[in-house]
DNA sequence: CGTAATACATCGTATCACGAGGTATATGAT
DNA sequence: ATCATATACCTCGTGATACGATGTATTACG
């Protein structure tokens, strides 16, 4: 898939990823790989960035031994992702732009 | 609307706009304001991307004595809108998987 | 005993949208 | 006449950011 049109969906996904359930990084990856493949800089990049954006909250916990960082979504994260279905609309409006100019030629 | 949802949609919006008919700057800004806002500095930045992509041609013409730079939309150009066609099925599932994740909590 | 998987992190690079600023002509209002 | 607005083009600098490369450390498996 196209990288820019990746852009603006990574961030709303890693939040989906965490919002029925904390998660941690690695498998946040693996969660999302069938829908969207992103690279553990990449992740790490939006996680730090949702952080300061205040959408999710870290804690890190011991696992078998072994630290990790769970992360939880915030109120503001699920804003986000409320935000993001009221701006699906606008998207769809530009797709059937795209699709509409296109008939004009079949 | 988000800048980063808005990449990765100009490219192929500014392709759509002179599918039909050859256009120019100043018009493909207006034709597209309803669906999608973008500066000028924006909009030549992306012709002259899509130009290096060989998805348009450009041709100077006289109109009422001003000189315009008419935009033509290439078979490349039209292979890249199919292309966009067939990444829309990436992004539905990205947004379906977004909405799941969503009606787990409600 | 070495290879893969798990799990974290940083740095540099390339891409890119946009604001700020610049040039020039035509049109309409004062 | 003059000034503002619209048309029409362009460049430069900046900030945001996805990702490959690279590094560290532990666990599991064959």
Redesign the interface.
């Known amino acids: ?13 890693v939040l ?2 965490i ?2 359930e904390d998660s941690y990084g690695y498998k946040i990856i693996k969660d999302l790989k069938p ?2 493949v992103l690279s553990e800089s990449t992740l790490y990049t939006i996680l730090k960035r949702l952080e300061s954006a205040e959408m999710l909250t870290v804690r890190t916990a011991e696992h078998d031994g072994r630290l990790r960082k769970y992360y939880r979504i915030t109120d503001m994260g699920r804003h986000r ?1 409320e935000e ?2 009221r ?2 609309a ?2 769809l ?3 059937r ?3 509409k ?2 008939e ?2 079949d």
């Not at 898939?1 to 996904?13: A, E, F, N, P």
């Open positions: 898939m196209d990288m820019q049109l990746k852009r603006g969906l990574l961030d709303v996904c989906a990823a919002r029925s829908y969207i992702i993001f279905k701006e699906w606008e998207i409006s530009i797709y732009f795209v699709i100019e296109d004009k030629n």
